[in-house]
């Protein structure tokens, strides 16, 4: 979809931070066949982006200064081109290549209505996150982190030479090599793991860690048992800003502050975490890791 805007900037976010609630300026708002589509300058809301689809978008409502209230049915990233007034949504923004032209991300929320939304440009109003689905979604995207960094450490045996890309705790990046793709739904993360020729190239011994996947597991799951035994603080940083700033996930394991890449959301302590069950499990060009996490 492409439509002509106005809009100057991209959303200020400020789900980083945990937040749940918050005021934003309507900024567009246009019909679509799934009823609405509106954009404010800020949101609480975090929206599903569609170069890493990993975590779904948050529901919740939209309050209208006049009381209206309208239902967020899900969330994607557009992206606007302020000097050409452009706004692209689905097929349209994804064609865009990361870092092409003077595209700015904006969070689209996608609300059901029989209202003429358009009346709002300009107003003020209120967006509210549904905070069950957030923590369903937030407990396992945590969880999602320690298991790639415990398989990091679980794997170090398989590498036969050095490897220059570490992760914070000084093991060999596997997770970051090999993933392919990722999806988190309440409850569930599933990693799906590509070792193919390159990665054997550079050493890792793919043959030896497929045989010992069972073995692999019972260390990995080992591993993060420990460090949800601790109160760890979990922070992203910056907690609001544009949403397409960098944002990094940040907690103490083993002494060590680890940091990692993240547009997604999560708990605000590891013991916000309850059981984590890790599996692994081979497949054509890998293996597939599936993250089971309930919430304390």
């Known amino acids: 979809m492409k439509f002509d805007t106005s809009m100057k900037t991209g959303t200020l976010v400020t789900f980083p931070g945990g937040a749940l609630a918050g005021q934003g300026r309507i900024e567009f708002a246009a019909p679509c066949v799934n009823g609405w589509l509106v954009i404010a300058d800020r949101t609480p809301v975090h929206p599903v982006s569609f170069r890493w689809p990993d975590q779904p978008a948050d529901l919740g409502q939209i309050t209208f200064a006049d009381g209206v209230v309208v239902e967020i049915a899900d969330a994607w990233t557009g992206l606007i081109d302020a000097g050409a007034g452009v706004l692209l949504i689905g097929e349209e923004a994804k064609a865009v290549r990361k870092g092409e032209g003077e595209w700015q991300g904006v969070v689209v929320h996608i609300v059901q209505s029989d209202r003429d939304l358009g009346a709002y440009i300009g107003e003020e109003a209120r967006f509210t996150v549904e905070p069950r689905r957030r923590k369903a979604l937030s407990v396992p995207h945590t969880a999602a982190h320690l298991a790639a960094l415990a398989l990091n450490a679980a794997s170090v045996p398989f590498w036969t ?96 502050e680890v940091i990692i890449p993240c547009g997604g959301t999560h708990v605000e302590r590891l013991s916000d975490i309850g059981d984590v069950k890790i599996t692994l499990a081979p497949s054509e060009e890998g293996f597939v890791m599936t993250t089971q996490a309930r919430e304390a």
């Not at 043959?207 to 048992?225: A, H």
């Open 161 to 256: 030479k050095d490897f220059a890309d570490l992760d914070s705790l000084g093991r060999p990046n596997l997770d970051k090599a090999a993933i392919e793709n990722s999806s988190i739904e309440p409850a569930v993360s599933t990693d799906v793991y590509r070792l193919g020729k390159s990665l054997r190239k550079k050493g890792f011994d793919r043959d030896g860690f497929l045989n010992n996947l069972e073995t692999v597991g019972v260390e990995i799951n080992g591993m993060i048992r420990r460090w949800l035994e601790t109160n760890t603080l979990v922070s992203l940083t910056p907690s609001e800003g544009l949403l397409d700033g960098i944002r990094q996930w940040r907690c103490n394991l083993d002494g060590t």
